[in-house]
Structures are given as C-alpha cells and as structure tokens.
C-alpha cells in the first residue's frame, strides 16, 4: 500500500475461503491426509471440517488434520497417548497434496493450490484504494501459499502480508495488531482509524474481540465471509453458518468479499 489521501477505514482481509477458494485444496487436502493415517478408515466430510472450525482453535489445518486422527481413534476406544503420529509426516503429507511433491522446489507448485478459484480481483483491491480504503492481509495460510495467491494469481505488487511464520495462530490477534500497527506507520495513517476484518471463521471473528480487549483506543470490526461450500450448500447450512460468525462477534456478514465494499464500510463503521 501506498500514501492514501484522508483514508476512511483499514480493511484487512483473510485470504483461504474469502479471496481464493480452498473447497478442493487445502479442505481436500486435510480430508486426505486424515484419510490416509486413519489407514483408510475416515474421511471428514466438509461438515465435519466446519464443525472442527467451528470451535475456534483449528485455524492451522496440519494441527486440524491430527486433531481428526486422534478423535477418530478415541471414537474407537483408543487414548492419544496409544496413537503413533508423527507431526512431521503430517505436515509432510499435507504439503505434498496442496502444494505438490516437489516441497525442496520453492518454485514448483503442482498440487491442490494450482486448482484454487479465485473469488476476486486485482481491480477490487484498486477500487478500494480509490475509495479510500487502506488493505493489507492477515492468513492462517503458509507465507509461500499467500503471496502465491496475492502476488502470482492476483498481481498484487508488494501487499502487506502477515502469514502463518509471522504470529501466533488465530484467534491470537498479535498478528493482527502488528499488521495494523506497521501499516499504519508505513502508509503514515491516522492511528484511529476504524479497522475491519474479514474472514470466513470463527477464530476470525475472535481474533476481532481479542484485538478490541487488546486496543480499545480504536474501532474493531468483524465481516464474516460465507465461504464457497458454504454458499453453495442448502439454505438451512448457510443461516446456520450465518449465525455461527455472528455469534462468534461478526458485525455483519457478507455473502462474497466483493460485497465489502467502501459503501458498506462507511455504513458499518457509522452504525
């Protein structure tokens, strides 16, 4: 980001199911990498997933695939402690499905991300800039899978990026707070500007009220954004799902990104 003339408002965006969606990719990649050390025997469904989600803490999906794992065989009548899994060769998994095998290639991209649907564009970034809207982006995901996204795909140049090696995990807003705090100082903008972010989980919405705990001196909002397997499910699910951000502190919900608009941000922050 650039200088901005009397900016309004930040907005700072998640990116996986809000700017690029993961449905095939990185969910497909949790449920097969589950599958595979259950031997075979369990495969989330994309409920399932969201019900993991929907607890808050498992925004960092190798820690959410183990998590699956080991509930699986407690469900079978085995403890943890019983249960030989190796982080490492999760991850490892994980990595080779969305990424693709060649991991020593920081270059080589083949996997599940390749077939990522964008859900926006460059020119949406543009306009907001235009509207007097500063942006930066706060991700769960691997700094590499981001910028893969925000750089590569979307041709951002130089987007302010706080990513997975950067901060602790969500709902924890040091991450956050950081982002706001650097690009409030590099863009040189007023230190009580309204700050909104926008994200499809609840540990999103939660890392909003931890940052308002954190910096009551500035205005703290939530957009929870309905993600695409969530929009493209039975109405019922999408109320549902609705009304899970909302109560996880989502000031309003969206049902695309590019309904975050500048004149849906001078609405919400004037409310």
């Given at each position: 980001?650039?200088?901005?003339?009397?900016?309004?408002?930040?907005?700072?965006?998640?990116?996986?199911?809000?700017?690029?969606?993961?449905?095939?990719?990185?969910?497909r990649a949790?449920?097969?990498?589950?599958?595979?050390?259950?031997?075979?025997?369990?495969?989330?469904?994309?409920?399932?997933?969201?019900?993991?989600?929907?607890?808050?803490?498992?925004?960092?999906?190798?820690?959410?695939?183990?998590?699956?794992?080991?509930?699986?065989?407690?469900?079978?009548?085995?403890?943890?402690?019983?249960?030989?899994?190796?982080?490492?060769?999760?991850?490892?998994?994980?990595?080779?499905?969305?990424?693709?095998?060649?991991?020593?290639?920081?270059?080589?991209?083949?996997?599940?991300?390749?077939?990522?649907?964008?859900?926006?564009?460059?020119?949406?970034?543009?306009?907001?800039?235009?509207?007097?809207?500063?942006?930066?982006?706060?991700?769960?995901?691997?700094?590499?899978?981001?910028?893969?996204?925000?750089?590569?795909?979307?041709?951002?140049?130089?987007?302010?990026?706080?990513?997975?090696?950067d901060a602790?995990?969500?709902?924890?807003?040091?991450?956050?707070?950081?982002?706001?705090?650097?690009?409030?100082?590099?863009?040189?903008l007023p230190?009580?500007?309204?700050?909104?972010?926008?994200?499809?989980?609840?540990?999103?919405?939660?890392?909003?009220?931890?940052?308002?705990?954190?910096?009551?001196?500035?205005?703290?909002?939530?957009?929870?954004?309905?993600?695409?397997?969530?929009?493209?499910?039975?109405?019922?699910?999408?109320?549902?799902?609705?009304?899970?951000?909302?109560?996880?502190?989502?000031?309003?919900?969206?049902?695309?990104?590019?309904?975050?608009?500048?004149?849906?941000?001078?609405?919400?922050?004037?409310?």
């Amino acid at each position: 980001m650039t200088s901005l003339a009397a900016p309004c408002a930040i907005a700072v965006f998640d990116i996986d199911g809000v700017l690029r969606d993961v449905g095939n990719s990185y969910r497909r990649a949790l449920a097969d990498t589950v599958e595979a050390f259950t031997e075979g025997a369990y495969r989330p469904t994309s409920e399932d997933i969201d019900r993991l989600k929907g607890e808050g803490i498992w925004n960092n999906d190798w820690e959410g695939s183990q998590e699956l794992v080991y509930r699986y065989f407690e469900a079978q009548g085995k403890s943890r402690e019983s249960v030989a899994l190796d982080y490492g060769e999760i991850v490892e998994f994980f990595q080779r499905r969305y990424r693709g095998p060649e991991l020593s290639n920081p270059d080589q991209w083949t996997g599940y991300i390749t077939q990522e649907p964008l859900l926006v564009d460059k020119a949406y970034f543009e306009t907001l800039t235009r509207d007097r809207i500063a942006w930066a982006f706060f991700s769960g995901a691997t700094r590499d899978s981001a910028n893969f996204v925000l750089r590569r795909r979307l041709g951002l140049r130089d987007p302010m990026l706080v990513a997975m090696e950067d901060a602790p995990g969500k709902p924890d807003p040091t991450g956050l707070l950081t982002l706001v705090d650097n690009l409030t100082t590099q863009s040189r903008l007023p230190a009580d500007l309204p700050v909104i972010y926008a994200g499809d989980t609840v540990a999103d919405m939660q890392t909003v009220g931890r940052a308002k705990v954190a910096r009551g001196q500035r205005r703290w909002l939530g957009v929870g954004v309905l993600p695409p397997h969530v929009i493209a499910g039975q109405e019922a699910y999408r109320d549902k799902y609705r009304k899970t951000l909302e109560k996880a502190g989502a000031d309003g919900v969206v049902s695309d990104v590019n309904a975050l608009s500048a004149d849906y941000v001078r609405q919400l922050i004037s409310g």
